[in-house]
């Protein structure tokens, strides 16, 4: 039988390209975020493809999560991969300096978000003892980084969340796992920097940053893993960087 995956944060970077290339291996696809009109795009690129469901929702809205992911058409609610993939950082300020409006959105969204999103669709996945999601964290939930406070704090609690997953749902055959990402070009600068391109740019000037594909690629690979493996953690950097701050830039 096709797997049915539950992509967050589809609408672009690497929760876009992972729906891509799980469509081509056949993946069905449950696509989400709250660009509509992207959704769209994207369900008509990848129909050909596999089935794919949108479901239009901001990870923020408890209520709103629940009853979206409840009102799934009856083929799309056995839901095999979670893909916990939404989120963002909001600005890149010295702690006494932050905005209460980027912390509430990186904390709202990357943690309480993700766990919203989850505990809607974990009872199924218990109730049939066996899933596998897929959180995915960051190099910033491992490091702390100068400017980088909140951001960090919320991947970090996305790395203690992805191992409380794993406890607790040992019980059940549940695989869970985090991907956690250095430098990848994709829309993340430019939310950080509120659309400003030209410094977003210079995040990643100087030096090869990973492409969303190359996560996507390895996310298919966790997936692909027999049923008796599970990949618990894995930190993937561009060849050029070394830690959050160390990345030899050469222009
Ligand atoms: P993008 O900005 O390209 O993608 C972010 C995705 O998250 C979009 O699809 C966006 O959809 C969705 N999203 C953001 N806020 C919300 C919300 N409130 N409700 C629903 N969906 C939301 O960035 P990336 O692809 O780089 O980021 C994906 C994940 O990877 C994030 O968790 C990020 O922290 C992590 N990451 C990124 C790294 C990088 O260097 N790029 C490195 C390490 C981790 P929409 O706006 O349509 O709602
Ligand atoms: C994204 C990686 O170093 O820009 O999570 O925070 S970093």
């Known amino acids: 039988m096709k797997k049915t995956a539950f992509i967050t944060g589809a609408t672009s970077g690497i929760g876009k390209a992972t729906a891509q ?137 996305v790395d203690a969340i992805n191992q409380g997953m794993r406890i607790d749902l040992n019980a059940y055959g549940i695989r869970v796992g985090a991907v956690n990402p250095g430098l990848v070009e994709t829309e993340f600068s430019n939310v950080r920097f509120k659309g400003d391109a030209k410094r977003a740019k210079t995040v990643y000037k100087g030096f090869q940053p990973l492409k969303p594909e190359d996560i996507a690629n390895i996310i298919f690979f966790v997936i692909s893993q027999p049923s008796h493996v599970n990949i618990a953690d894995l930190v993937v950097m561009p060849t050029a960087q070394a830690s959050s701050t160390i990345v030899n830039k050469t222009i």
């Open 21 to 157: 290339l799980f469509a081509a291996n056949g993946i069905r696809l449950i696509i989400c975020g709250r660009r509509t009109e992207l959704l769209k795009e994207l369900k008509k690129e990848l129909e050909p493809l596999t089935d794919v469901c949108v479901l239009n929702f901001d990870v923020r809205d408890k209520d709103i999560v629940s009853a979206t992911i409840e009102s799934l058409p009856k083929e799309f609610r056995h839901i095999d991969i979670l893909i916990n993939n939404a989120g963002n950082a909001h600005g890149l300020d010295p702690i006494e300096k932050g905005s209460l409006e980027d912390w509430d959105a990186m904390l709202d969204i990357n943690v309480k978000g993700l766990l919203y999103v989850s505990r809607a669709i974990l009872p199924q996945m218990v109730e049939r003892n066996s899933g596998h999601i897929i959180n995915i964290g960051s190099t910033a939930g491992k490091e702390v980084y100068p400017r980088g406070n909140v951001y960090c704090a919320s991947k970090h609690a």
